[in-house]
């Protein structure tokens, strides 16, 4: 079975420093990743996915992320954070086969000026 | 225009009562989920529907109970409410296909008292 982990709940962060949220996934197969990022009182947003073609994806609001099959890791960057990143982010796998996502327990992450 | 709307957006209810959730989506997708966020944020599915055929019933209470009357549709009845139902409740949808993510819904905060 697939699953993805989350090392960080929180990461707290200084608006205009890098943002490093940390994912590792088991899969058995090439696995579809993605990030979603919701915000207080709000559904969840795609930030980006890997499907296997470029490893390294880059999304909305600035962020990109990496996919390493060595170190089965999917982790979620920014250059500069900015005060309406603060929010949750989902680390998420495709199951194979099967229509359904596979969420990790998310990421807390919180800017200060 | 709204991808997948899902109404009510806030749900308070005594223990024991009937509800329903709808949820409508216009992307023309295929497959439609219920996602279930509690308190601490985790998400887990609980049913997804392809074509109207329920391919996917995670180990959810059967007092809850799905209908999709078309593609588009999918709705959440639960029957006599209890206090751990308590929670947000996500529809989403999505093409078939293991490299498609899914959209999601703003979310339904169902609290039962």
């Known amino acids: 079975a697939q699953s993805v982990t989350q090392l960080d709940s929180h990461v707290s962060v200084s608006e205009g420093t890098p943002v490093l949220l940390r994912c590792n996934y088991s899969s058995s197969y090439s696995p579809s990743l993605f990030w979603y990022v919701q915000h207080p009182n709000k559904g969840l947003q795609l930030l980006l996915k890997?499907?296997?073609?470029?490893?390294l994806v880059k999304g909305i609001n600035g962020f990109e992320a990496e996919f390493k099959k060595s170190e089965t890791s999917f982790h979620l960057t920014k250059p500069s954070a900015h005060m309406s990143d603060a929010a949750e982010y989902f680390c998420?796998?495709?199951?194979?086969?099967?229509?359904?996502?596979?969420f990790g327990a998310g990421t807390r992450l919180a800017v200060h000026p | 225009d709204t991808a997948v709307s899902q109404t009510p957006k806030y749900l308070v209810t005594q223990m024991g009562n009937d509800k329903s959730i709808k949820c409508e989506q216009n992307l023309g997708h295929d497959t439609m989920y219920w996602y279930k966020q509690d308190s601490k944020k985790f998400l887990k599915i609980m049913f997804s529907?392809?074509?109207?055929?329920?391919?996917i019933n995670e180990t959810v209470p059967n007092r809850f109970s799905p209908k999709s009357p078309d593609k588009a549709h999918l709705n959440l009845h639960i029957n006599s409410l209890e206090l751990g139902d308590s929670a947000v409740y996500f529809c989403a949808s999505s093409q078939q296909g293991a490299n498609t993510e899914a959209f999601f819904g703003q979310g339904t905060r169902l609290t039962v008292v």
């Open positions: 890997y499907t296997s073609a470029a490893t």
């Open positions: 998420v796998v495709r199951e194979g086969g099967y229509n359904k996502l596979i």
């Open positions: 529907y392809n074509n109207k055929e329920l391919i």
